[in-house]
């Protein structure tokens, strides 16, 4: 497996707290700086990647306290036609209330989603450990194949 994230992955976020805690902060490997959102639920790190992948393992840091504790993992599948590309429900996970690195297996719900791989990879944060709904990550990283 390889880390499926490079300088060609387009990262788009829902929201950002402020400029200094943007989403370049997501993979510039600081234990230093981090991602935060605006208050409210859902938030999401969207993916787009130069070529299909096939997403194997997600690794998240979270701020213990601004946790995404329930994550829905949504893919872009390459297969489908031109036209007709939709956002499908990967597989879920459910990340703890803690500061350290959190790692997960992304099992898919249907294989066939996997098929030629996937040209996005979403993770929408349905519910967070912060009162106001707000999520802080420190390092995402994602494993898999180039497909």
């Known amino acids: 497996m390889q880390s499926l994230i490079n300088a060609e992955t387009k990262i788009k976020v829902s929201s950002t707290l402020d400029k200094s805690v943007g989403k370049k902060n997501l993979t510039d490997g600081s234990p230093e700086t981090c991602w935060t959102s605006q208050q409210g639920t859902p938030q999401y790190i969207q993916l787009s ?26 893919c872009l599948p390459s297969a489908q036609e031109a036209g007709a590309k939709t956002w499908a429900v990967l597989s879920r996970i459910y990340p703890e209330d803690v500061n350290r690195k ?21 993770l929408v944060f349905e519910e967070s450990s ?18």
Not at 134 to 139: K, L, Q, S
């Open 130 to 147: 912060d009162f106001f709904g707000r999520i802080t990550v420190y390092d995402m990283q994602i494993f898999g194949t180039v497909s």
């Open 102 to 122: 959190q790692s997960f297996e992304l099992i898919p719900d249907d294989a066939r989603l996997m098929e030629g791989g996937v040209e996005g990879l979403k």
């Open 49 to 74: 990647f130069p070529s299909p992948v096939v997403p194997k393992r997600i690794e998240l840091t979270f701020q213990g306290g601004f946790v995404g504790t329930r994550c829905l993992v949504e």
